[in-house]
């Protein structure tokens, strides 16, 4: 299984990213796919959620600015981030949970005030 996610940087606040996840080594389109993200001394936290039929769940932190989607012909995952915030700072992570737990490397996302 691989996850490879791309698409972090550098943004201003009010800024927007799109992240993106490539997978393979799995069968794409019947798993919840999912973004986390940690910020430094912080707790890995779940950012949105995606299900292998189309609904999606976000943090109350991110509700109204991110949307989550996913392509599973092309197998790629994606987090559209509009509006950023300081505190959106962290490292983002591509996730799928089969007999156990898969990340992927993760994406720095860092938004300066």
């Known amino acids: 299984v691989q996850l490879q996610a791309s698409g972090g940087g550098l943004v201003q606040a009010g800024g927007s990213l799109r992240l993106s996840c490539k997978a393979s080594?799995?069968?794409?389109?019947?798993?919840?796919m999912a973004w986390y993200r940690q910020a430094p001394e912080n707790q890995r936290e779940l950012v949105a959620e995606?299900?292998?039929?189309?609904?999606?769940n976000y943090a109350d932190s991110v509700k109204g600015r991110f949307t989550i989607a996913r392509d599973n012909v092309r197998r790629v995952l994606s987090l559209q981030m509009n509006s950023l915030k300081p505190e959106d700072t962290a490292v983002y992570y591509c996730?799928?949970?089969?007999?156990?737990?898969?990340w992927g490397r993760g994406t720095l996302v860092t938004v300066s005030s």
């Open positions: 080594g799995i069968n794409f389109g019947i798993n919840t």
């Open positions: 995606i299900s292998s039929g189309g609904s999606a």
């Open positions: 996730h799928v949970a089969l007999h156990r737990e898969f």
